[in-house]
């Protein structure tokens, strides 16, 4: 009897600890954006699918972009990248949030005319957060507002294939700080030119 009290609660603690272990490995839910043919040019069905990245200038085969990001349908190997011709267009994201805002919209409206203009060029879309949050949220959120802009600018008649994703998560601050100024330039997308090489 004394057994028997002593066993039930024991069973009960094992099989809470066994449904709890099952419950962490719950990715968070990440949007899809199909490519031409319906394929998802993403691979964004969750976080775990993308590729750690480090090292190299532009992407390759492996999706190698830069320290600590993860690469999304990198198809461009050994683009050059420019960091600098489209750096008045990074949009900027609410806090906790992956929709583009109104007022952000006619920036990523300008990169599609520069797309439409230079016809040879791709581009890489980053993601980026704030310092707040885990580091497995803020690489699923980084992913989320670098496909939303991607999504846009296919929506503005970008062909799919030319734009590449990559999320670095809260990796790349634009700025240090703690604050929520700070807090406000760290959340954004950022468009990378990438040029084939010669």
Known sequence: ???????????????????????????????????????????????????????????????????????????????????????????????????????????????????KGNPAVAVLIEGHCDERGTEEYNRALGERRALALREELVRLGIDANRVDTVTFGRDRPADTGHSDAAHAKNRRGEFVVLTAPK
């Open 1 to 115: 009897m004394k057994m028997t009290i002593l066993v039930k609660p024991l069973i009960l603690g094992i099989a809470l600890g066994i449904a709890a272990a099952g419950c962490k490995g719950t990715k968070p839910p990440v949007t899809s954006i199909s490519g031409p043919g319906g394929t998802t040019g993403s691979h964004a069905d969750d976080i775990g699918s993308g590729r750690k990245l480090s090292g190299g200038t532009g992407t390759d085969g492996s999706d190698k972009v830069g320290a600590e990001g993860i690469a999304f349908g990198a198809g461009h190997p050994g683009w050059t990248q420019n960091h600098e011709a489209l750096a008045a267009d990074t949009v900027y994201f609410d806090y906790d949030k992956s929709t583009i805002r109104e007022s952000e919209k006619s920036k990523v409206a300008s990169v599609a005319d520069y797309l």
